[in-house]
Every structure is written in C-alpha cells, then in structure tokens.
C-alpha cells in the first residue's frame, strides 16, 4: 500500500473567530466545522491532513519552515498576512514545497488593499471565494500536485 500524501493547512490571523466574526462575508461556519469538511474530503482523495491556526506571524513562518520533510504540500489561508507579510511570502519560498493559497472570500470583491497578495508569486496557485469550498478545490489541487488515492 502506497502512503498517502501528508498535507497541512494552516489558518491565518482571526480565522478562529470564524462563526461569530463578519458571517455575511465569511458565512457561518466555525473553524472547527471547516476543519472537519477539510479532514472529510481528505480522507475521500486519499490525503492525510493536518490542520493548524495562529495569530501570530512568527508561527506560522515557523510552522512553514518545518513543513520540510513533513508535508509533501501546504495549503495556506495567510488571512491579513496575505496582503503585507514578506516574512510568511520567504518562509514559503525558501521550503520549496508545492503551495496553495486560499481563502473564503473572494479578495477582488472585497477592499482594494486586499486584491495584492505578496504570496501569490511563490504559491502554485490561489483559490478565492468559495467559502470552504477553496478550501476543498484546493484539496483536490494537492492531489494533481503530489498524487494520492485516487479510486
């Protein structure tokens, strides 16, 4: 039996508050229900999957960097790190490891300061808007980029 690809995802800044916090453009969902839909469609492509959150940038710089030999793909919602975080756009350089960027709400939609991510030119790809579902396409990106179960 082939081992499963490992993923890990990690939620950005105020992604925690997910549920309570601005829910006409971030829905209603928590994090922990997204986590369970994320570990769900996992499972159904044959991924393993770690999720994490933080506040704080330095976390997740470091959660990034021993990605290494650990994860054979990240999907990152960077959340307001996004938009202005040179340290989190050099950690995901420097690891090398296939990225995807999400997020919940479509930023080009939204206030012009968000349509920038400095994370964009590092990352395979960016998905946007699809509330959970970015992340759920970005799963089944993670699959076309490291293979997986595929039945």
């Known amino acids: 039996m082939e081992k499963k690809p490992h993923v890990l995802v990690i939620h950005g800044p105020n992604l925690n508050l997910l549920g309570q916090r601005e829910p006409g453009i971030y829905g209603t969902l928590t994090l922990n229900d997204i986590n369970n839909k994320i570990t769900h469609s996992a499972n159904l492509l044959g991924l393993n999957v770690e999720c994490v959150q933080t506040n704080h940038e330095g976390v997740m710089v470091e959660t990034i960097q021993q990605a290494v030999g650990r994860y054979d793909c990240l999907i990152i919602n960077a959340a307001a790190f996004t938009h202005y975080s040179i340290a989190v756009r050099d950690a ?23 349509h920038y991510s400095v994370l964009s030119a590092v990352v395979n790809g960016t998905i946007c808007g699809f509330g959970v579902h970015s992340y759920i396409l970005a799963l089944n990106a993670a699959v076309s980029l490291v293979g997986g179960d595929r039945e």
């Not at 490891?97 to 930023?107: D, F, G, K, Q």
């Open 92 to 114: 995901l350089a420097a690891v090398n490891l296939p990225a995807i960027e999400v997020h919940l709400s479509n930023i080009y939609k939204r206030e012009e300061f968000r």
